[in-house]
């Protein structure tokens, strides 16, 4: 059963234009969320993040939304640039009493960006 | 560049071959991960280490040891892999190791063959 979904496997988005990432969630005990991009080859890299006492976090481009009611989170990067072309993973991390816990991954978005 | 360094970056090895995956953080993280990344999957979570002791195993066949030397050091020793074992193992740390909320850093993982 999958905790964290990303119902889209694939986006294009025109350069200049708004590209807008979703993932939907079931946990109710996650309570902290991230966004990874990965390159081929290369490991995630950390994008942005997002505590669930917050609706909305903004880094740069970079806009994360949070609706906690709908257990949906989308990513939004504008203006988009060829070099955002990427595969985009929403990941999220439970409430914690103690000991460190892994992320919980969606199946990733592959975005891409035409000029 | 990762703060976080695996190597070797590729290991083509056989079915009864003992080997090992390393990777080293210097950024004071007190948690650090293995993960396993198998084609247009998500990163699956194996093991996690909090102030060097396992504190997760995700059910992962004995075949996979882990090892914490010290805080900077993880190792994951292979012996008797199967080719359904071929991925990339993605290396991870964060801050955090006793379940409060902060990214994790990825480094750019070990691409593994079984043959």
């Known amino acids: 059963d999958q905790q964290v979904k990303q119902n889209s496997p694939s986006l294009s988005v025109q350069e200049g234009r708004i590209s807008i990432l979703n993932c939907d969630y079931t946990n109710s005990m996650f309570d902290y969320f991230l966004w990874y991009k990965k390159y081929p080859a290369e490991g995630p890299t950390f994008l942005i993040s997002?505590?669930?006492?917050?609706d909305k976090n903004e880094d740069g481009r970079f806009t994360v939304f949070l609706n906690k009611s709908a257990k949906h989170l989308s990513l939004h990067i504008v203006p988009s640039q060829p070099g955002d072309s990427a595969v985009y993973f929403c990941?999220?991390?439970?409430?914690?009493?103690?000991?460190?816990?892994?992320?919980?991954f969606g199946k990733g978005t592959h975005l891409i960006i035409q000029p | 560049d990762t703060e976080v360094t695996q190597t070797p970056k590729h290991l083509v090895m056989g079915m009864t071959n003992k080997k090992s995956l390393k990777c080293e953080q210097h950024?004071?993280?007190?948690?650090m991960y293995w993960y396993k990344q198998k084609a247009k999957k998500p990163p699956e979570l194996m093991f996690v280490?909090?102030?060097?002791?396992?504190?997760i195993n995700e059910s992962v066949p004995s075949r996979f040891s882990p090892e914490c030397p010290n805080s900077s050091l993880l190792n994951l020793h292979l012996h008797a892999l199967q080719p359904e074992d071929s991925a990339l193992y993605l290396c991870?740390?964060?801050?955090?190791?006793?379940?409060?909320?902060?990214?994790?850093?990825f480094g750019n993982g070990t691409r593994l063959t079984v043959t």
């Open positions: 990941a999220a991390l439970p409430y914690s009493g103690g000991g460190a816990d892994g992320l919980t």
């Open positions: 950024m004071g993280h007190r948690a």
């Open positions: 991870a740390s964060s801050q955090d190791g006793t379940g409060g909320h902060s990214p994790l850093h």
């Open positions: 997002i505590s669930s006492i917050k």
């Open positions: 280490y909090s102030y060097e002791k396992l504190s």
